[in-house]
């Protein structure tokens, strides 16, 4: 059964970012002695401290090794932190299982700019996390799901990751269909399908978490086709989606009975 976090107290909160040495996102009276990339870094996108919190403690209770997220931002520094944490703790008891990407997280994103600023503000903090990441640019365009308008990007990444972070692309930052239709409207939401052109691949036990989107994660409910369970975490603003399959073959319980012995 997949651990989900409780939600913390403000000092909890704090103390946990306190740990991990980011006081510098969390303490204003500190801003003096950052540096102006520093500045800029805090400032591009102010950090959802219970967002992030809840990723990493996804993945750190959950043992996950590889990652794929859907556009980036401060959720890759924590998901960064996590994979760098259970690299020193499991990277020897998972020498048979058959992964390319072990404790790794593909980013991909159509903003060069904010991936930019992303791998910036993770040097910041530690330079030796960039081994825990690989930044990938992708255009993303309108398409056609059953005649629904989606959006996906043009790059897919050769990799089962167990777990998926949903939180992008810029919805504003879209090629247009053949048609015309874009979805760079206020009155309109994200809709990525990405997901499910990689479903069959999945191994059972991934994790699929998205950041609000809940049209998004209505439509993903409705369109994936195996047996997933769902779950809106009312604390957090996120919907949690775990394929909840029985291993189809050896490697598949390889995976599924390390995520099951001995849960931290």
């Given at each position: 059964?997949?651990?989900?976090?409780?939600?913390?107290?403000?000092?909890?909160?704090?103390?946990?970012?306190?740990?991990?040495?980011l006081n510098y996102i969390i303490s204003k009276s500190q801003k003096k002695s950052l540096s102006t990339n520093q500045l800029k870094s805090i400032e591009a996108y102010k950090p959802e401290l219970l967002?992030?919190?809840?990723?990493?403690?996804?993945?750190?209770?959950?043992?996950?090794?590889?990652?794929?997220?859907?556009?980036?931002?401060?959720?890759?520094?924590?998901?960064?932190?996590?994979?760098?944490?259970?690299?020193?703790?499991?990277?020897?008891?998972?020498?048979?299982?058959?992964?390319?990407?072990?404790?790794?997280?593909?980013?991909?994103?159509?903003?060069?700019?904010?991936?930019?600023?992303?791998?910036?503000?993770?040097?910041?903090?530690?330079?030796?996390?960039?081994?825990?990441?690989?930044?990938?640019?992708?255009?993303?365009?309108?398409?056609?799901?059953?005649?629904?308008?989606?959006?996906?990007?043009?790059?897919?990444?050769?990799?089962?990751?167990?777990?998926?972070?949903?939180?992008?692309?810029?919805?504003?930052?879209?090629?247009?269909?053949?048609?015309g239709f874009n979805i760079d409207s206020k009155d309109l939401t994200p809709m990525a399908a990405d997901i499910l052109k990689i479903e069959?691949?999945?191994?059972?036990?991934?994790?699929?978490?998205?950041?609000?989107?809940?049209?998004?994660?209505?439509?993903?409910?409705?369109?994936?086709?195996?047996?997933?369970?769902?779950?809106?975490?009312?604390?957090?603003?996120?919907?949690?989606?775990?394929?909840?399959?029985?291993?189809?073959?050896?490697?598949?319980?390889?995976?599924?009975?390390?995520?099951?012995?001995?849960?931290?």
């Amino acid at each position: 059964m997949i651990k989900i976090p409780k939600k913390p107290d403000n000092k909890e909160l704090i103390n946990f970012f306190r740990k991990k040495k980011l006081n510098y996102i969390i303490s204003k009276s500190q801003k003096k002695s950052l540096s102006t990339n520093q500045l800029k870094s805090i400032e591009a996108y102010k950090p959802e401290l219970l967002d992030l919190y809840v990723i990493f403690q996804i993945i750190k209770l959950n043992k996950r090794i590889s990652c794929v997220e859907y556009g980036s931002g401060w959720s890759s520094l924590l998901i960064a932190l996590a994979l760098n944490e259970n690299e020193k703790k499991y990277k020897k008891k998972i020498f048979n299982l058959r992964r390319n990407y072990k404790f790794k997280n593909l980013i991909i994103d159509n903003e060069k700019k904010y991936l930019g600023i992303t791998k910036k503000r993770i040097k910041q903090v530690d330079l030796k996390l960039l081994k825990n990441c690989d930044f990938i640019f992708s255009k993303c365009r309108i398409k056609k799901y059953n005649y629904n308008y989606v959006t996906e990007f043009d790059y897919t990444p050769k990799i089962n990751p167990d777990f998926i972070y949903l939180d992008g692309p810029d919805q504003f930052n879209i090629i247009k269909s053949s048609d015309g239709f874009n979805i760079d409207s206020k009155d309109l939401t994200p809709m990525a399908a990405d997901i499910l052109k990689i479903e069959f691949f999945l191994n059972p036990g991934t994790i699929i978490l998205i950041d609000g989107r809940g049209a998004n994660a209505n439509f993903l409910k409705i369109n994936l086709l195996r047996k997933w369970k769902y779950k809106y975490l009312k604390n957090f603003d996120q919907h949690l989606f775990v394929l909840d399959e029985k291993p189809y073959g050896i490697e598949s319980k390889k995976i599924l009975s390390f995520f099951k012995k001995n849960k931290t």
